[in-house]
């Protein structure tokens, strides 16, 4: 590669990285419709403070490609046994009941991990290529959740209701999606709960997978509350993606 041609993908890959922050809410929305619902369309998504930079990869995520296990045949396949084709192991089981039912020769690693509300144990049967803060996918019930790993744990210190890791995010593409995605819901929902006139609290909102999809799950006060259907239906129309109200009594 010639000189001119180093410098002209020097130049390329700074614009790249330049347009993935400082980015403005009118470069994803149209502009008529982010004052529609109360917001500035010159509004920054994110923050530009180094602590913030330090937090995401500086690369564009329409560019960067998630390097997954062999793409499964059947939309539905379980994930274990994509990711961990020997292993047979039924859906939606914790730690303690695996170990029940694993011979004694299979190995079994566990790890601490950060999910968006709280801080998890999780195992796995292939032990993880990691380092802090690495991405990984966590089976929670009906749902694939995205979280990261924040330590190594010897398996006498795992918590017996440990869930079970069926993938990692190994290009880091799916967690900065995941990211972005969280952090523009959160700055949008309190202010549509606000215009739906709903008499409830906005507590948190999550991107997970539910069969096989994308699902926001939107967590208020009061899930019964008529009006979120106000506010369900504009983050439909926004993200394209299914969405979930839920509270403490219909988690």
């Known amino acids: 590669m010639n000189e001119q041609d180093s410098t002209a993908q020097s130049s390329f890959v700074g614009d790249i990285n330049d347009l993935f922050h ?37 690369t564009e995520p329409t560019l960067t490609l998630f390097d997954p296990a062999p793409v499964p045949s059947r939309r539905r396949s379980e994930v274990s046994d994509i990711m961990y084709g020997q292993m047979q192991m039924q859906q939606n089981q914790a730690l303690l009941s695996q170990l029940q039912q694993i011979s004694s020769n299979t190995r079994i690693f566990c790890y601490e991990v950060k999910l968006s509300d709280f801080i998890i144990h999780a195992y796995s049967f292939q032990q993880l290529n990691w380092e802090k803060g690495a991405g990984i996918f966590i089976r929670d019930g ?20 440990a869930l079970q890791i069926v993938g990692q995010d190994i290009k880091g593409a799916v967690g900065d999606f995941i990211f972005g995605v969280n952090q523009i819901a959160q700055k949008l929902i309190p202010n549509l709960i606000l215009q739906s006139k709903a008499a409830v609290q906005f507590i948190s909102a999550e991107i997970v997978s539910y069969q096989a999809r994308s699902l926001i799950r939107v967590k208020v006060t009061n899930a019964d509350d008529p009006n979120l ?18 509270d403490d009594l219909s988690a």
Not at 50 to 55: A, D, G, L, T
Request: proline letters at 7%.
């Open 22 to 58: 400082d980015r403005r809410l009118s470069d994803l929305l149209p502009a008529d419709f982010i004052r529609q619902i109360g917001f500035d369309p010159d509004q920054y998504i994110f923050q530009t403070t180094p602590q913030s930079r330090m937090r995401r990869r500086r």
């Open 142 to 161: 009906r749902y694939l959740r995205y979280g990261q790993i924040t330590k190594n744990l010897q398996i006498k210190d795992c918590d017996p209701a």
């Open 229 to 246: 259907l106000y506010v369900m239906q504009k983050l439909i129309y926004i993200f394209g993606t299914p969405v979930e109200v839920y």
